[in-house]
């Protein structure tokens, strides 16, 4: 009976952690908690949720934004930039674009279909981008995979595509009529900001392509308010609640301890 028992309770155990593990992972894009090839379960960050206290030794990434910034928020990341940190938005989307107005930036994000013959791939829109200006994020690096960029217009050129690129308007994977052949930029800065029209170079599936880039971010925080990082999920939410609020943890904890301390002191009596 004994052995029927703990068999039961192995059953049990295994069944709740495949259980834990469904409701506790999403197929968001660019999700942390999307542990496949297109969430962030598997970028060294670590997630910031308050933009006033960011670590002015750190690097804080924006990653694909898809909330507006509050005027004071603004002014945390002004603050951050002017004390020598740096901040690097990854957006193919143009979503940055009013951000980087607050900032008083002239980089902006230009959406589009750029393809290239120049790749190693099948797909043309997952080609090779070239370091073209020194800087600490591309120490050693000469060139990055890029997963569908968007071009990006103003500020110092860092990293451009090949010549053999152009904006596929109409998506059919060969050069048409009022499409042109030539480089776009795909990463610029002004001083410490560093925009990417590509937030998908920073998907699970990407960064085994582009280790050396990721080592250059470190340590790198993660804007988690406005970036695509977080999920819809209420129950990846509520854990998310807990485990930030160690009060909360160590009320759970009590609760659960609770039952076990009386059923051994009913046992005692």
Known sequence: MQRETWVVILVLL??????????????????????GWNGTSNLPAEDVRDLSRLDPGSTLLILAPDRPFTAAEVGYLRAFLDGGG?????DEEGAANPLLVDLESEIRVRPGNLSSLERDYAHPGLFKGYVVENDTLFAGVETVLLNRPAAVEGGEPLVETSVFTWDDI???????EGETFGRRVVCAREGNLIVLGDAS????????????????????????VHSRTGSRNPIINTLTWIEERPPAVAALAALAILPVAWRFGRKRE
């Open 14 to 35: 295994l069944a709740g952690g495949a259980l834990y593990l469904h409701i506790t992972t999403t197929t968001e894009e660019f999700s942390r908690h999307n542990i």
């Open 86 to 90: 740096r901040i690097i938005i990854a």
């Open 170 to 176: 109409d998506g059919d994977g060969h050069v048409g």
């Open 201 to 224: 170079l920073f998907i699970n599936a990407m960064l085994p392509e582009n280790t050396k880039f990721i080592e250059n971010l470190q340590p790198v925080q993660i804007d988690a």
